[in-house]
């Protein structure tokens, strides 16, 4: 089970660090039955003289027969107090105003845990949240408006988007739109790296493309492009350039593969439903006379050396474990690093007025974050320390029938993107690649992404929607039409039904969890376990045909899981579908 401040047994353990810690609610926010009785242990712990600033942590046990919520609270305040554990449990138990947080028993376990059960009725009731404003359920306040960009897939535009590109543009949109969730001023922006060798070498591949149309030998350069787009390509060059069928101007062979291929990349992004709000191109960085201007300031700041014809950026004393070339000898073509851009990139971003930025990703960059951050560091303009984040995402390997894929037809060295939207869907793909946490190595499964079975989590999350609206469906009542009005949500008294309302009730701890860490495998997860608990009840219980203050009450917990399924859904990018 998803666990809202951890799990009593220690697991799982992207769960322990979610938000949830603080004595009480936002303001702005409705108050969750955790926030409440969170608030009302510390109250009642204050009266046996626990300190002002003490934080009970809550927990989903995972063992629902132990209990609704667990706390161990009675442990943490035994030495500061003085007391045993097991006692000051029970001195807190006889403090609480149970009736008031609607507890219905509360057990001590073990050295000192305390269990809590819910009373049925007042656990329900929780579902009038999200029916009174389903468009909110899950939402919070925590970036108040404040501007951040996301920067990501950021790929050099040399040919299509890869599978690690696709991981990279479902992380970051979906960390955008968690950040959207959560009151953030949010930007999408897509750094083009249309300078440098790898550009030369693109321009270079086009131009021998060109030439073999012609009827030369096929000379692709050292680190030079050899798939098939290269080729389609060169032959729309030679089509719009009639005037230079022998290839000889490589300037217009540069600009016009970049732009067909930045086009390519669009077309990609496209595909797979994700939107950029900003494009920002590398070259400017050298046009506008930034990245000398840059340079410029961190010789300015002494913290850069010249050895051996090369200039050095200290980058030791800013935590790095040894010094970096910021640009190369003559000997060696007095060319900047690929981290000196990035830094006055970097500048920019803090310019524009973005006091927060993410930066998605491969694990390959990691060690462009200690240089980054020390050049900024070194500039003394005063962005802060650690700025910006950072996640970084680990490979994907693409497994089918068994066998790992790794070409595509139209990449030649690589499967694109695209590749698995053709053989999955968007849904899936997105899914896939979000179910896992971004620092972990993922093996994506085609035939299971195709499968319509159980076993294919996104199949399976989307039936447990389309079986809700089913429901509504089968006995022809208009889903807006259901409300709490009148209704005895006391009624939900089954496991079934109080586990699903549990889950449900959860979700606005998990978004918020997922948005403060930057993981949306936290929702991809929630979605799974409610689906999974979604489709038990549903298989135990029915809702039309029973007596009417059931089927009524069943109707508002459907409407309720109908939405809250949606929602998640939603922040991934993915569809809500009514039939399957």
Known sequence: ??????????????????????????????????????????????????????????????????GDWATNLAMTLAKPLGRKPRDLAEALIAALDTTRVG?????????????????????????????????????????????????????????????????????????????????????????????????????????????????????IPDGGYHGEYIREIAERYVQEHPEDRDGNDLDAMRQFAVAALRHEQDLDLQAFGVKFDTYYLESSL??????????????????TYEENGAVFLRTTAFGDDKDRVMKKSDAKGGDYTYFVPDVAYHVTKW???????INVQGADHHSTTTRVRAGLQALGIGIPQGYPDYVLHQMVTVMKSGEEVKISKRAGSYVTVRDLIDEVGR????????????????VFDVDLARSQSEENPVYYVQMAHARMCGIFRVGEIDPLSVTPDGVDLGVLSEPAEQELIKQLLDFPAIVKGAAENLEPHRIAGWLLETARTAHTWYHKHHVLGEPEAITRARLVLARATQLGI???????????????
């Open 103 to 219: 507890i219905k028993a509360a057990e001590i376990a073990g050295p000192g845990f305390i269990n809590f059960r819910l009373d049925p009725g007042f656990q329900a009731r929780g579902l009038l949240q999200i029916l009174a404003a389903p468009e909110q359920w899950g939402r919070h306040d925590l970036g108040r408006g404040e501007r951040v960009v996301v920067e990501f897939v950021s790929a050099n535009p040399t040919g299509p988007l890869h599978v690690g590109h696709g991981r990279q543009a479902a992380l970051g949109d979906a960390i955008s739109t968690l950040l959207e969730w959560t009151g953030w001023n949010v930007d999408r922006e897509f750094y083009y790296n249309d300078a440098g060798a790898q550009i030369a070498n693109l321009a270079k591949s086009t131009q021998a493309r060109v030439r073999e149309l012609g009827g030369h030998a096929l000379e």
């Open 286 to 303: 050298y046009t506008d006379g930034r990245v000398d201007k840059t340079v410029e300031a961190l010789k300015q700041s002494g913290y």
């Open 351 to 357: 310019e524009r007025g973005y006091h927060r930025a």
């Open 566 to 580: 949606a929602a998640g859904l939603r922040i991934l990018g993915l569809t809500a579908p009514e039939r399957m």
């Open 427 to 442: 849904d899936a793909v997105r899914y896939f690649y979000l179910m896992r946490k971004g620092d972990s190595q993922l």
């Open 1 to 66: 089970m998803s666990a809202v401040d951890g799990d009593a047994s220690g697991t799982p353990p992207d769960a322990s660090q979610s938000a949830g810690q603080n004595t009480g609610p936002s303001t702005s926010e409705p108050v969750s039955h955790a926030d409440a009785l969170r608030a009302e242990l510390v109250r009642a712990a204050r009266t046996l003289g626990a300190p002002d600033d003490v934080h009970p942590v809550l927990e989903r046990p995972r063992d629902p027969s132990f």
